[in-house]
T-cell receptor
Framework: GAVVSQHPSWVICKSGTSVKIECRSLDFQATTMFWYRQFPKQSLMLMATSNEGSKATYEQGVEKDKFLINHASLTLSTLTVTSAHPEDSSFYICSAGLAVSTDTQYFGPGTRLTVL | QKEVEQDPGPLSVPEGAIVSLNCTYS??????FMWYRQYSRKGPELLMY????GNKEDGRFTAQVDKSSKYISLFIRDSQPSDSATYLC??????????FGTGTRLQVTL
């Protein structure tokens, strides 16, 4: 099956610093990638949808200047949390799709971010 | 009111039991219904995918969708300790955006 990787799997950073998370589709080309965040004991919340070569579409309430998304190639999307604060601590999960079709979304293993 | 409601559990059952997991929803535009399994500190893994109403069976797993009641279920037969995980329901209308339930934590005991 399709494999999606994320790097790093966990990161601890100081408040005010920026953190970049990578999402890669390893054995297929992903036209669309999705970024979610998940707080403990809560559901996955979609943050943004990105298509290769174009600007990401952010969900209501998600600050696009704080969560920078780049989808420069068909196998790589990055999420940068800028000027991170403790309230940004969460589990960030990406998914990749062959097309804009939810039955072909493959999820990465997630990145746990802790901001001190 | 949340668009998708799911009992967070935890649900504890003995090995071999039949497990019933459920979600209700309010958005009548949802047409695609999915169940994901998520182990601790891992990404979700797609278990079942159903379009519109009806049943779908895959091995020990059966998914049911009742659109008239806005109610979906996942049944696990002959549950195993390896089934212990959080089960998330997810739904989609035509926007290709998944809306997830909070997940039900299942523990299958020996």
């Amino acid at each position: 099956g399709a494999v999606v990787s994320q790097h790093p799997s966990w990161v601890i950073c100081k408040s005010g610093t920026s953190v970049k998370i990578e999402c890669r589709s390893l054995d297929f080309q992903a036209t669309t990638m999705f970024w979610y965040r998940q707080f403990p004991k809560q559901s996955l919340m979609l943050m943004a949808t990105s298509n290769e070569g174009s600007k990401a579409t952010y969900e209501q309430g998600v600050e696009k200047d704080k969560f920078l998304i780049n989808h420069a190639s068909l196998t790589l999307s990055t999420l940068t949390v800028t000027s991170a604060h403790p309230e940004d601590s969460s589990f960030y999960i990406c998914s990749a799709g062959l097309a804009v079709s939810t039955d072909t979304q493959y999820f990465g293993p997630g990145t746990r971010l802790t901001v001190l | 009111q949340k668009e998708v409601e799911q009992d967070p559990g935890p649900l504890s059952v003995p090995e071999g039991a039949i497990v019933s997991l459920n979600c209700t929803y309010s958005n009548s535009a949802f047409q695609y219904f999915m169940w994901y399994r998520q182990y601790s500190r891992k990404g979700p893994e797609l278990l079942m995918y159903t379009y519109s109403s009806g049943n779908k069976e895959d091995g020990r797993f059966t998914a049911q969708v009742d659109k008239s009641s806005k109610y979906i279920s996942l049944f696990i037969r002959d549950s195993q300790p390896s089934d212990s995980a959080t089960y998330l329901c997810a739904m989609d209308g035509t926007a290709s955006k998944l809306t997830f339930g909070t997940g039900t934590r299942l523990q299958v005991t020996l």
